[in-house]
């Protein structure tokens, strides 16, 4: 089955700071939805991205198919930043990676 | 954006009762899936649902749990009986389409379910 992998597992900036999160998966796909996850578990949908790039704010999103891999980019992060990051591949379901935690210090 | 609802936020039963947990998808959309999530640890397929079938389900997906939508009302997914491992928070998630176009899922805030 479809494993994805995101890198790293946890992020410590300053804020301000830029960061690159990773997501590399095993098998092809129809898309790549990223999230954020409250400290609370609920989840907001940042991109679905099936393929390129996607901007939203100081959200940068970028999935390359035959690379089998996406990457989310913060520009200068904010403390409202901190939270977990998950991405997942999508067949006729989500598969979730395992997250990366990140922490925006003052 | 487009809000799926879940009902109730948090539900405490004893091990061994029924329960149902309720989801209000975005009105429009034709798929409608949920995911468990026990704390700290990664965030699993259940099962989808579409035209009133269950059309996929993964391991997780007991003989004990059941989905269905009656007359396009709620959304359910009903434990029973409920065991400890059941113990987790469960989301509930609908897309206009699967696949590249329209597939994008949106997630309601959970149900956190405590099984003593």
């Known amino acids: 089955g479809q494993q994805v992998q995101q890198s790293p597992a946890s992020l410590v900036l300053q804020e301000g700071e830029n960061a690159e999160l990773q997501c590399n998966f095993s098998?092809?796909?129809?898309?790549m939805q990223w999230f954020y996850q409250r400290p609370g578990g609920s989840l907001v949908s940042l991109f679905y991205?099936?393929?390129g790039t996607k901007q939203s704010g100081r959200l940068t999103s970028t999935t390359v198919i035959k690379e089998r891999r996406s990457s989310l980019h913060i520009s200068s992060s904010q403390t409202t930043d901190s939270g977990t990051y998950l991405c997942a591949t999508m067949g006729y379901k989500l598969t979730f990676g395992t997250g990366t935690s990140l922490l925006v210090d003052p | 954006g487009p809000k799926v609802l879940q009902i109730p936020s948090h539900q405490i039963i004893d091990m061994g009762q029924m329960v149902t947990l309720n989801c209000d998808p975005v009105?429009?959309?034709?798929?409608f899936y949920w995911y468990k999530q026990i704390l700290g640890q990664q965030m699993e397929f259940l099962v989808n649902f579409y035209n009133g079938k269950v059309m996929e389900k993964s391991k997780l997906f007991k003989d004990q749990f059941s989905v269905e939508r009656p007359d396009g009302s709620y959304f359910t997914l009903k434990i029973q009986p409920t065991a400890l491992e059941d113990s987790a928070v469960y989301f509930c998630a609908s897309s206009l389409e699967q696949g590249a176009r329209g597939g994008e899922q949106y997630f309601g805030p959970g149900t956190r379910l405590t099984v003593l």
């Open positions: 098998t092809s796909l129809n898309s």
């Open positions: 991205n099936p393929s």
């Open positions: 009105s429009n959309h034709l798929y």
